[in-house]
């Protein structure tokens, strides 16, 4: 009944951008935190980015740091993830994620443990 779809993903030259959309349905994303996490082949589920539910404070993994950018528009129920100076070493699967509460955020927002509804991921390839 209630769901977060994410979209955009795609084939990227490295330099290149794109820019990720989180949609929900069936609910409101205001209330929540929302997380853009990524995942390649081998690896662990790591938090690229978060954004809080009331004053909009925003969480960067230094990998990403003046490269991506999160946002959210309220009158669509959308959070977005611009990618810009895309490298080989940012291809991955790529989930948007609710959190279930705002105290300790800044510790909390990039382990995935603390997150409570997830979508399906969309694909990130960053290659020439």
């Known amino acids: 009944q209630v769901q977060l779809v994410e979209s955009g993903g795609g084939l990227v030259q490295p330099g290149g951008s794109l820019r990720l959309s989180c949609s929900a349905s069936g609910f409101t994303l205001d209330y929540y935190a929302i997380g853009w996490f990524r995942q390649a082949p081998g690896k662990e589920r790591e938090g690229v980015s978060c954004i809080s539910s009331w004053d909009g404070f925003t969480y960067y993994a230094d990998s990403v740091k003046g490269r991506f950018t999160i946002s959210r528009d309220n009158a669509k129920n959308t959070v977005y993830l611009q990618m810009n100076s895309l490298k080989p070493e940012d291809t991955a699967v790529y989930y948007c994620?609710?959190?279930?509460?705002?105290?300790?955020?800044?510790?909390?927002?990039?382990?995935?443990?603390?997150?409570?509804?997830w979508g399906q991921g969309t694909q990130v390839t960053v290659s020439s």
């Open positions: 994620a609710t959190h279930s509460g705002a105290q300790l955020l800044a510790v909390r927002w990039r382990h995935p443990i603390y997150y409570d509804q």
